[in-house]
């Protein structure tokens, strides 16, 4: 059974920085790659980013988040980062962690199978 759980979410002032972590059981780190979501209130659920099990690197960040946002994986914890930088009022939103079998990261939410139950990120201006 495929568990993920967020943490790390909070009300941050404009400019900070957060990390989110997510930790991963009955996921194995060489078959699934991982990905980062996020939904503001009255908003579709948006592709923030994803990483590879195969390349380790952070792939497809959303143009709105490149520059600021970096993910990285730490297999032997069996956990995904966010790590977010230079935050701006409009990131506000609950992220979610997701995972889905095979190598590559995919944008649409429905290509994901597993999901977290999301964590709220707060920036305030």
């Known amino acids: 059974q495929v568990q993920l759980d967020e943490s790390g979410g909070g009300l941050v002032q404009a400019g900070g920085s957060l990390r989110l972590s997510c930790a991963a059981s009955g996921v194995s780190s060489n078959e699934y790659s991982m990905g980062w979501f996020r939904q503001a209130p009255g908003k579709e659920r948006d592709f923030v980013g994803g990483i590879s099990w195969v390349s380790g690197r952070s792939t497809n960040l959303a143009d709105s988040v490149k520059g600021r946002f970096t993910i990285s994986r730490d297999n032997a914890k069996s956990t995904v980062y966010l790590q977010m930088n230079s935050l701006k009022p409009e990131d506000t939103a609950v992220y979610f962690c997701?995972?889905?079998?095979?190598?590559?990261?995919?944008?649409?939410?429905?290509?994901?199978?597993?999901w977290g139950q999301g964590t709220q990120v707060t920036v305030s201006s």
């Open positions: 997701a995972a889905r079998h095979g190598a590559l990261v995919r944008r649409q939410d429905r290509e994901w199978e597993h």
